[in-house]
């Protein structure tokens, strides 16, 4: 893998727990359903994954895939989308599954562009948040962790692809 954890920041039990109390708030926050959860990829696969486990409304589920990293640790602030989601939005409480807000450029460029295709409503669940993003025109209504201000991998978070598999958040050396 070339580079080691330096330590963990959120651990598998911790997020288990969190995990399960987001779905508790998700479940009663779309009582009348017609929800249609968005894991944007690749990074949330394994949160939206346990997520969706603890959410007790029939949901639907579809994927979005943006790149905005390279193999380095800081933005490019280019927003790719490699795959759009097939299920139309139109009429429908979309909840976009994020991994981690950092400087909140991904997620302004794709609510901007969900918004476009008339959503009963949208919403963001992400599982960290470095709280660093300030112009955030779109507030995230759903958070897992405030996340310290440092790169994290693990729980489908990656540097240069690797990390990804591991069940806790760590920071890099
Ligand atoms: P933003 O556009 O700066 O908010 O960055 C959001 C995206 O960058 C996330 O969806 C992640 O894929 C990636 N990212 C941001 N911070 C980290 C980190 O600490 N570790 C791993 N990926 C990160
Ligand atoms: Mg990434």
Redesign the pocket.
Known sequence: MGRAVKHIAFDEQQIAERVASLGREITTAYPDGDLLVLC?LK?SFMFAADLVRHIGCPLQLDFIVAA??GAN?T?SGN?RLLYDPETNLEGKHVLLV??????????QKLTELMLTRSPKSLEVCTLLH?QI?VHLRHPVKFVGFH?PA????GYG???AENFRHVPYVASLA
Do not use: P
């Open positions: 944007l990074g905005s990293y640790t933005s927003v994020e991994d981690i807000v950092d400087s909140g450029r991904t997620l470095k993003a996340a440092e790169f994290l991998v978070l990656d540097h």
